[in-house]
Each structure stands twice: as structure tokens, then as C-alpha cells.
């Protein structure tokens, strides 16, 4: 009986200890990344502003947040128009935690992604809805200050809105 105790108590703590490895965010389908997606396009990242840092509860990290600039490239799915450009809004997340959380967006980059609306602005879905990228960034350091951004000049024949 005290063998069965000690091997439960062996197993339980196991089990306890694998739970973050459980935590991970299984990726969504192609399929459900469409569905779910309001926006699927490929897009220019114009600009990247740092628009607040917070501190982390847990880990005391400065977490900034993100609006990104992007002109629209190619429209697969959504109401925007090509040409047009969207914000598309991202925030850091505390080192360390296991698997990927969040879509980052650099100046200059062209990319295909996938954006669910939130508010006036877009999010990436999910974290792999970030798909094939067509251009490397140009800018690949961000901003860490409120009010900071970082950009790159629009193509010439391109206007925007």
C-alpha cells in the first residue's frame, strides 16, 4: 500500500509539472484560420509605433504595445480594398513563457497574414495566422517608448488612405 502512495504521489507531481507543456496553443488549419479571419491579405508594414508599455504582473517585464501601418497588397478575404492600408495592433509578451503568443510586424516587411477586427483596428487571429513572408523587414528593432515609431517610406505609385 505505501508503494502505491509513494508511486501516485511520483505520477501526480509528474503531472503537475508537465501542465505548461499542456498549456501550448495547438496551431489552427488553414481551414479554420479563414474562417475565423475577417481580413486575409498580403501586406506592406508601413510603420510600427510603440503605443504603451505595462509592466507584467508575474515577471515585472516592461510589455510594450504595438500599432502597425500596413498597406494592402492582395486581398483574399475581407471588406478592404486593395491598395488601402490597415492598422493591425500587437503587443509584446513576457519572456520566457513556452510557445508563441503573439505576431510581430516589422517595417518593410511584405506578408501574408490572417486579422480578426478589434475595434477600428485588426489583430493577427491567431499566432501562426501569420503566414508565408514575401519581403524581409528592413527595420527589425521596434520601439520601446510610447510614442516612438519606426517606418519606412510608402512605394511610389502606391497612396494609401
Given amino acids: ?4 502512495v509513494l ?4 505520477v501526480l507531481l509528474l503531472a503537475l509539472l508537465a501542465t505548461p507543456a499542456l498549456a501550448l496553443l ?12 475577417d481580413l486575409v491579405a498580403l501586406v506592406r508594414v508601413l510603420s510600427v509605433t510603440c503605443t504603451a508599455v505595462t509592466k507584467d504582473k508575474m515577471t515585472g517585464q516592461d510589455l510594450p504595445s504595438y500599432s502597425a501601418k ?6 483574399i478575404k475581407g471588406d478592404e480594398a486593395k491598395g488601402g492600408d490597415v492598422t493591425i495592433t500587437f503587443h509584446a ?7 508563441p503568443r503573439t505576431v510581430y510586424y516589422y517595417p518593410g516587411e511584405m506578408v501574408w ?3 480578426v477586427r478589434d475595434g477600428e483596428a485588426y489583430t493577427t487571429t491567431w499566432w501562426n495566422g501569420r503566414g508565408d513572408l514575401v519581403s524581409k523587414a528592413v527595420i527589425t528593432k521596434l520601439p520601446t517608448k510610447p510614442g516612438e515609431t519606426v517606418e519606412v517610406p510608402r512605394r511610389s ?4 488612405n
Avoid: C, F, N, Q
Fill in 113 to 115: 497574414t490572417h486579422l
Fill in 93 to 99: 509578451i513576457p519572456t520566457g513563457l513556452l510557445g
Fill in 70 to 75: 500596413a498597406e494592402l497588397m492582395e486581398v
Fill in 1 to 4: 500500500m505505501r508503494e502505491y
Fill in 157 to 160: 505609385g502606391h497612396s494609401g
Fill in 26 to 37: 495547438a496551431p489552427l488549419s488553414d481551414d479554420e484560420l479563414l474562417a475565423k479571419s
Fill in 7 to 10: 508511486l501516485s504521489s511520483v
